[in-house]
């Protein structure tokens, strides 16, 4: 059968193999005592074909039927990952999803461990209410629960009931989690000195964050992040403030915000220290998807702030290595126009006609906290806040990306929301509009 089509869906739903469904029992025992100490209510994940249109050659052509035929790239020899497992629903969940711009494409293992870095700030910070981030540095409660642990005297049926004994807000902790990632985005001063202010991108606000230091972190957290839409958001104008004074400095250093410039956000693994093969692949799909944007005109580079294109960043570690290459696409609502197009009904020759500024009027009063401004629905830029800017509407992360693959993924990810092998490669993600996500 071949992928894309149409009748993927019609056949047998394919079961875990033996070793993932084992893990997956586990893994089902520990949330529900999990949610038995915390009064959680089961989630009920959608159908991966109810979270995203997968693509049909009757509705989309007999190009998604097949991976790109011009591609001649492939990954090194002895590049294998792992097949069998089924992929989709298994990701955790989070709320907010923070890029920091470190001009590097490689960190330490745990990049809360780049010393002096903005990463490791979030870590020691006090965590977001709408978006907790869930460090792996134990807490000092976790660190004197396990000196404890460690006593002679300490009785083994307290270990069960410490797993189980979470505080009364666990459930908001397992359901409001920020993702924390470094990346290759190019600082303002274009070094990796984690002395100097640097940017970050906050998802799905597409909101851009400048001048940030350690030391702003506690600010970005309380006034920016707290306030900002998150996965589970309706799509809503966001009234962020443009500008924050930074505490005990001069006012010529605070904090500005403005929108991404960009309709869609490519997010690769490139972190080699956790995993050689990240460190591999990275290049070549940034190569491969840049062949397809460019005649488009959609195409970024780094440092190319023209409104209405795809920017492609490598982020760190972001779980599934072995299903390597890991990549994560937000899109803003019906980014480039077309998401509505059946390319099958197209005229032979015809071309899609990707539209690079799309902006919808507000239905709502927008108000910039900063400026105290409202305006009935006719957000602009002047007062920091467009009116299309309602931020991304969907994130779908996907696995098992071959260069073969890029092709396919402009075509109808990118430009259309849409997932071509839905059974072998979507992990996850979330769609805003639906009021959905995989967790």
Not at 27 to 44: D, M, N, V, W
Not at 370 to 382: K, L, R
Request: glycine share 8%.
């Amino acid at each position: 059968m071949t992928a894309g089509s149409s009748s993927a869906s019609q056949q047998p739903q394919r079961q875990p193999p033996l070793k993932q469904k084992m893990a997956l029992g586990f893994k089902s025992l520990f949330g529900s005592a999990r949610r038995f100490a915390t009064g959680e209510e089961p989630s009920t994940v959608p159908d991966l074909t109810e979270l995203f249109p997968p693509t049909d050659a009757a509705v989309d052509g007999e190009d998604c039927t097949h991976d790109c035929e011009s591609c001649h790239v492939s990954y090194p020899r002895g590049f294998k990952v792992e097949e069998s497992d089924l992929l989709y629903g298994h990701v955790k969940g989070w709320s907010t999803h923070v890029i920091v711009a470190t001009g590097k494409s490689d960190w330490v293992r745990d990049v809360e461990d780049e010393k002096g870095s903005v990463m490791e700030a979030f870590g020691d910070a006090t965590k977001p209410t709408n978006g907790n981030h869930t460090s792996r540095r134990p807490s000092s409660r976790r660190g004197e629960f396990m000196a404890r642990r460690n006593a002679p005297d300490f009785p083994r049926c307290r270990r069960v009931v410490s797993f189980i004994d979470r505080p009364a807000n666990r459930r908001d902790l397992v359901k409001q989690r920020l993702m924390l990632s470094a990346s290759n985005m190019p600082t303002p001063s274009h070094t990796s000195d984690y002395s100097e202010p640097t940017t970050a991108i906050i998802l799905p606000a597409f909101t851009v964050i400048e001048n940030i230091t350690p030391a702003a972190v506690p600010l970005l957290i309380s006034e920016y992040i707290n306030h900002a839409p998150t996965s589970k958001s309706p799509l809503e104008p966001i009234t962020l403030p443009r500008s924050l004074p930074l505490p005990n400095l001069p006012d010529a250093q605070q904090l500005l915000a403005r929108p991404s410039p960009h309709r869609a956000l490519i997010l690769l693994c490139s972190h080699k220290t956790r995993d050689a093969r990240c460190g591999q692949s990275a290049p070549i799909l940034r190569k491969e998807l840049e062949r397809h944007l460019r005649p488009l005109g959609l195409f970024r580079d780094l440092d190319d702030e023209r409104p209405g294109g795809v920017g492609i960043y490598f982020i760190n570690h972001v779980g599934g290595h072995k299903y390597s290459a890991n990549m994560m696409v937000y899109r803003r609502p019906d980014a480039f126009g077309v998401d509505a197009v059946e390319r099958a009904k197209l005229a032979p020759n015809e071309e899609l006609q990707v539209k690079k500024d799309v902006r919808k009027k507000t239905e709502t009063p927008v108000v910039n906290e900063a400026e105290g401004v409202t305006n009935g629905g006719e957000a602009t830029e002047e007062n920091g806040v467009r009116d299309d800017d309602i931020g991304a509407g969907q994130c779908i992360w996907l696995a098992r990306i071959r260069p073969a693959d890029c092709e396919n993924i402009v075509k109808y990810t990118v430009l259309q929301g849409k997932v071509v092998k839905p059974d072998s490669q979507l992990r996850g993600g979330f769609d805003r509009g639906k009021g959905l996500m995989s967790w």
